[in-house]
């Protein structure tokens, strides 16, 4: 059992580690092809956040987050294959950070080839965030070995 689930964590890791891998090697000096994806998308919530709060001083720069994206996932994707509940957290952050923005199907009609597209990846997202919550809940239930109590000595009789 042991090993299956070590198979699976690695697996399921594969997909984060893989793609943070990609993503620092595209890296270079400008961010990468993911810095300029991500460049429209940070202005927008920029502006959104400028309009609900007023005049912020909210600057996320597209190459630093795409170094945290890189940072999340490749570190989140080791701890999570070694078991470690704290990399499924950073896993779960990146995910929740980065979906709703990459894959913006509400700026779509419903129907449009786009639209289907972006809402599959976005429930794939989405999916990938409950079997993390489910491998975090099935590690906090499950109950950790009792160490063996040391037999108090019996008193010696006169």
């Not at 400008?30 to 005049?55: C, M, Q, S, T, Y």
């Not at 987050?65 to 990399?87: E, N, P, T, Y």
């Amino acid at each position: 059992m042991g090993f299956f689930s070590f198979l699976g964590r690695l697996l399921f890791a594969y997909i984060f580690i893989l793609s943070a891998w990609q993503m620092f090697n595209e890296f270079g000096d400008d961010g990468g092809p993911a810095a300029k994806e991500w460049a429209p998308k940070l202005h927008f919530v920029k502006k959104f956040v400028d309009n609900r709060i007023g005049n912020s001083n909210l600057h996320v720069d597209s190459k630093t987050f795409v170094a945290a994206c890189i940072f999340l996932k490749g570190l989140g994707g080791i701890l999570f294959v070694l078991g470690s509940g704290f990399g499924a957290f950073l896993l779960i952050s990146c995910l929740v950070l980065t979906a709703p923005m990459l894959y913006d199907f509400y700026n779509y009609d419903f129907g449009e080839p786009e639209f289907i597209r972006l809402v599959h990846e976005f429930l794939q997202c989405a999916a990938f965030v409950g079997a993390l919550l489910f491998f975090l809940g099935m590690k906090n239930s499950i109950p950790r070995k009792k160490q063996p109590q040391k037999k108090a000595p019996k008193p010696k009789t006169a």
